[in-house]
């Protein structure tokens, strides 16, 4: 089955820090971009930061820059949302998704029905 499952959510505390995986099966990662998109409660789901399968672009909304890093590791069909300095307001469900290149990766994180392949998402709560 073609299948992509994030692990890695839970609760942390503000200032702390998460490390999201989203582990792909049934194919493979290395030709499609990657995205990490997330839903609170009562928001439209958002991109929130996406990387592209060749030359590794990247793509960061502005309200995680400088604190989270996306990375892949297709040698372990693998990627990952490295989450620091976290802040209440990051709390939501996280989901990745994959698809094919076939815009700008600004592009495609601004747009999730580029993205074909969707995990069943991971909750993350930020609270003291």
């Known amino acids: 089955q073609l299948q992509l499952v994030e692990s890695g959510g839970g609760l942390v505390q503000p200032g702390g820090s998460l490390r999201l995986s989203c582990a792909a099966s049934?194919?493979?990662?290395?030709?499609?971009?990657i995205g990490w998109f997330r839903q609170a409660p009562g928001k439209e789901r958002e991109g929130v930061s996406c990387i592209s399968s060749s030359d590794g672009s990247t793509y960061y909304a502005d309200s995680v820059k400088g604190r989270f890093t996306i990375s892949r590791d297709n040698a372990k069909n693998t990627a990952y949302l490295q989450m620091n300095n976290l802040k209440p307001e990051d709390t939501a469900v996280y989901y990745c998704?994959?698809?094919?290149?076939?815009?700008?990766?600004?592009?495609?994180?601004?747009?999730?029905?580029?993205?074909?392949?969707w995990g069943q998402g991971t909750q993350v709560t930020v609270s003291s």
């Open positions: 998704a994959a698809g094919l290149d076939i815009t700008t990766i600004q592009a495609m994180c601004a747009r999730p029905h580029f993205f074909g392949s």
């Open positions: 049934g194919f493979t990662l290395d030709f499609d971009a």
